[in-house]
């Protein structure tokens, strides 16, 4: 990791080293990390493909206005998807791993999807999916209902855990007079 990093610099506290997974791989980083500067410096390039050819996608900024570099973070309940790497501030046991391909980001075999580009132009799957009459004829868009699914899974975002929240959360039970939402006519006249 040391051929990666500056020796000295930086925000980072060198004092305090922290272990990390990505893809179930044990790496290691230091407090002040990012998930996204512990993952360079541990040499890691790929962090996520691109939503419709699988095309690799690395770090391209350093803040919120990142998009190659959207992971899920946690496991079980504690699972959090479309986390922005260079947002997520390392801690010791977290676990990462990236979204949109797999097996892993590394090696996805969905980047077939590629050999087939000229194929697949914008909007496609919402143009060939959507009441093919020889099959459908005339009923609706049942066959568009199966593979809205497949063309779900494939846009690239994250999956949310199906298990139940095991965290508790503070809330307060409000009440007004009148509640305003929106600045339409409606909304300007109970005003």
């Known amino acids: 990791m040391s051929a990666r990093r500056l020796e000295k610099g930086g925000r980072i ?22 998930l996204a500067s512990a993952l360079m410096a541990n040499g890691a ?25 959207i992971v899920s973070v946690g496991r079980g309940a504690r699972l959090e998807p479309n ?15 990236g979204q949109n391909a797999w097996p892993n980001v ?3 075999m969905g980047a077939v999807n590629g050999l087939f580009g000229r194929f697949f132009s914008a909007g496609f799957y919402y143009k060939t999916f959507m009441g093919l009459p020889p099959f459908e004829s005339g009923r609706g868009t049942g066959l568009w ?14 999956a949310a855990s199906r298990e139940a929240d095991p965290d508790h959360y503070d809330h307060a039970h ?7 939402v929106g600045a339409g006519p409606a909304g300007l006249r109970a005003a």
């Open 106 to 108: 590394r090696f996805d």
């Open 45 to 69: 390039r790929v962090l996520g493909r691109s939503f419709k050819y699988h095309r690799p996608r690395g770090i391209m900024s350093a803040g919120v206005e990142e998009s190659g570099a």
């Open 13 to 34: 506290d060198r004092s305090k080293p922290l272990t990390f997974q990505w893809d179930g791989k044990a790496l290691q980083g230091y407090a002040g990390d990012t």
């Open 83 to 97: 986390v922005k790497a260079t947002m997520q501030e390392l801690y010791d046991g977290l676990q990462a791993q």
């Open 145 to 158: 209902m199966k593979y809205e699914a497949l063309i779900r899974k494939a846009a690239g975002m994250g």
């Open 174 to 180: 409000a009440y007004c007079d009148v509640l305003v």
